[in-house]
């Protein structure tokens, strides 16, 4: 019986250390998520505006073509879920913060909760935003990997890296 979890534990060896290394590698590759939250942390006292939207917020406003201190907190396909999420997340951090710019898109509208399945996880691990979508027992919810799966998680390791 010894002799067979020795065998197991050696099978099982590589496999867990596989994943304790790309899980290592993502949590520390930067992307638009860590970078935003990061940004937010940092600068929280001076930003004025704040945008939420899908692509047409991401790609269409420029903060820098405000004249107050302005960060765009949009995201590519970003639901109105997300928008609501991150609101509360970071409005009380925010004291100098006079506007609000929220982009409504028509796919914004229709788009559900449950089909964001990819993104709450990078909302979650990376932007530490509290999403009521991830059930308790999802792998998920502790690794970024679990939530993600391999391709998408190799996919953005050699992205970042």
Same mark, same amino acid.
Do not use: H
């Given at each position: 019986m010894k002799s067979f979890s020795n &065998?197991? /534990? /050696?099978?099982? @060896?590589? $496999?867990i250390l596989t994943i304790i290394i790309i899980e290592i590698l993502l949590i520390?590759?930067?992307? !638009? %998520? !860590? %970078? &935003?939250h990061n940004y937010l942390k940092n600068n929280n006292k001076e930003i004025e505006n704040l945008i939420f939207g899908s692509s047409y917020a991401y790609?269409? @406003?420029n903060p820098d073509n405000f004249n107050e201190n302005t960060f765009n907190l949009a995201n590519a396909s970003q639901s109105i879920y997300f928008h609501n999420i991150l609101l509360k997340q %970071? $409005?009380?951090q @925010?004291?100098? /913060?006079k506007t609000i710019i929220i982009n409504i898109s028509y796919s914004s509208l229709s788009r559900k909760r449950s089909q964001e399945t990819w993104r709450k996880f990078y909302y979650h691990h %990376?932007?530490?935003?509290? $999403?009521d979508i991830i059930p308790k027992t999802s792998l998920g919810n502790y690794l970024i990997f679990g939530g993600i799966g391999l391709k998408p998680s190799l996919k953005m390791i050699w992205k970042s890296y």
């Open positions: &065998k197991t /534990l /050696l099978f099982f @060896l590589p $496999i520390n590759a930067e992307n !638009s %998520y !860590s %970078y &935003k790609y269409g @406003l %970071y $409005i009380d @925010l004291p100098k /913060l %990376y932007m530490e935003a509290d $999403i």
